[in-house]
């Protein structure tokens, strides 16, 4: 370019940007009406040395774009040894923008394996403000066998209850925490309910931003994250209920329209997620699938039963089989390329545990008394062959040292796993533990009536069932895994306290699981 032409350009550029406001322009001091970290601060996705540090500006953050306009902010982060913040070890600026819904992904690198950090971001300006702090773990080193405590949950309607349980769970002493999906719920406001949604049914990118603004307002779920890192996932209450591929609920609902919702759905949740995951050409097209490792100790393989599935068969919820396509040999839950990835990458893994982080229940339950079959068309077992071969795979490559762990039903199950389920005799290769929701279902209950006792009776491979709210925690070590269910009485109201309702443990190596 003639230096000439550019100097020009570079001047009426220049003065462009003082006249107009644009979206694009950066400001490193900004004036905020309201606290800009009302959503709090999460970190997730962690390696062993970093991880991704999250929050999103948002004074006002039910209104459009978080009550923010104008220029670009600029926000400061630091990480440091300890919580008062003597020692920053590492420290960075992020200029985050409306396109993004002012959301910062900070993927800190350089940090020591297997240890505790704490970060936290601040903004500059008359008004400056400063986030609450989180902490930030670190994974072990490659080839360390370092004992891991986590804790896993699911299915948090904002609607049906008090995050209660997360109150509880930001104080269990954990490494990390495995979120496995209806992060949010897609419905528009109900009557007689513990707290509505604030609007309609969502569909467009503004609509999922608030919804997913309004869950985090919590502060319960913000000391949740602020506690450890979590690795996430999603499952169909982000996008739509049951949603399958470009299948809505609504079988009116044209595929065309069902990307665009999916695209405005999966550009929400990584706005609002602490998630490294790859970059994709259509927001429709995210990828979550992913692996974790935790040293030598697990590797968490990151699933998706959503995107890549055929519709359900039959009805589409509880039928009795065969029905329909049920049982096509083509038809799958998590498509070719996943589950190719899936099973090359245990099999190929050096970890002492694999475990997958998986949405819908893998094990099945046959709710008819008697000779008749009825199954769930959302589950693994409407899709008998893919489960079957993915059990088949595992008892390959991973038999008896794979633990699944699962969300989705509001309900706890401790199931185990067998190679083939439409023969009763096949051995059993893998453990699956289910928990159930936060919030969704409502206050639930301990007492399981007598009739659906004797349903799961006729299930041999269903060694437990519980119906109250709650989070399932686990000890996981070389010997073996521990798997203890804790459980609040009700949501409804606060002040519920925690318990243990049930523990069980599976030896590494060994069939089956034992009631502890």
């Known amino acids: 370019m003639d230096r000439r032409n550019f100097l020009t350009d570079l001047t009426r550029t220049a003065a462009l940007c003082a006249v107009v406001p644009n979206i694009w322009r950066v400001r490193s001091r900004v004036s905020f009406a309201d606290d800009p970290f009302s959503l709090g601060v999460a970190s997730g996705d962690i390696t062993p040395t970093g991880g991704i540090l999250w929050t999103r500006l948002a004074p006002r953050p039910l209104e459009p774009d978080g009550g923010l306009s104008g220029p670009r902010p600029v926000v400061n982060w630091e990480v440091a040894d300890d919580d ?8 960075g600026r992020a200029t985050v923008g409306s396109e993004l819904s002012y959301s910062v992904h900070v993927d800190v690198d350089g940090l020591l394996p297997d240890r505790w950090y704490w970060y936290r971001f601040s903004t500059s300006g008359a008004t400056g403000a400063t986030s609450p702090v ?17 804790a896993f949950a699911s299915c948090q309607n904002w609607e049906q209850g008090l995050y209660t349980a997360h109150d509880h769970l930001s104080h269990e002493e954990i490494d990390l925490i495995a979120f496995l999906g209806d992060y949010i719920y897609e ?22 931003r608030r919804r997913y603004a309004q869950y985090k307002t919590d502060k319960m779920l913000q000391a949740s994250h602020a506690l450890c890192p979590w690795i996430s996932i999603w499952d169909d209450h982000e996008v739509d209920n049951n949603y399958a591929g470009l299948h809505g609920e609504n079988s009116m609902e044209s595929e065309e329209q069902m990307r665009t919702r999916r695209a405005a759905a999966y550009q929400a949740w990584w706005e609002h997620q602490p998630v490294r995951v790859p970059r994709a050409k259509s927001w429709a097209d995210l990828t979550i699938t992913r692996s974790i490792p935790w040293g030598a100790m697990a590797n968490f393989w990151m699933l998706d039963t ?41 099999g190929a893994s050096k970890a002492h545990w694999q475990v997958l982080a998986n949405q ?32 088949h795979g595992l008892e390959q490559r991973a038999k008896n040292r794979t633990v699944v762990i699962t969300g989705d039903i509001h309900s706890n199950w ?23 929701s936060i919030s969704s279902g409502g206050d639930g209950s301990a007492t399981v009536p007598a009739n659906a006792l004797a349903v799961i009776a006729e299930n041999k491979h269903i060694k437990w069932h519980n119906r109250q709210r709650g989070y399932v925690k686990c000890n996981v070590t070389a010997d073996g895994w521990n798997a203890d269910y804790r459980t609040v009485p009700y949501i409804s109201r606060p002040g ?17 699981i034992q009631k502890v």
């Open 84 to 91: 008062n913040f003597r020692k920053i070890v590492k420290s």
């Open 134 to 150: 989180g902490r930030l773990r670190t994974a072990p080193a490659e080839g360390a066998m370092q004992p891991l405590n986590f």
């Open 187 to 208: 419905g528009g406001a109900a009557n007689g309910v513990v707290r509505p949604h604030f609007g309609l049914e969502v569909r467009t990118l503004d609509d999922y």
């Open 306 to 346: 959503r995107q890549y599935r055929d519709a359900q068969a039959c009805n589409g919820a509880s039928d009795k089989v065969p029905c329909g396509n049920w049982n096509d040999p083509a038809r799958t839950l998590m498509g070719a390329p996943q589950e190719k990835w899936l099973l090359d990458g245990i």
């Open 360 to 391: 819908v229940m893998m094990a099945p339950y046959d709710s008819a008394r008697g000779p008749d079959t009825t199954v769930s068309m959302d589950q693994w077992s409407g899709y008998p062959f893919a489960r079957d071969r993915l059990l």
């Open 414 to 436: 401790v199931n185990e796993l067998t190679s083939d389920f439409s023969h009763p005799d096949r051995p059993v290769v893998g453990a699956e533990f289910v928990a159930t």
């Open 496 to 512: 519920a306290p925690i318990e243990t309702a049930s523990r069980w443990h599976v030896t590494h190596g060994q069939p089956g």
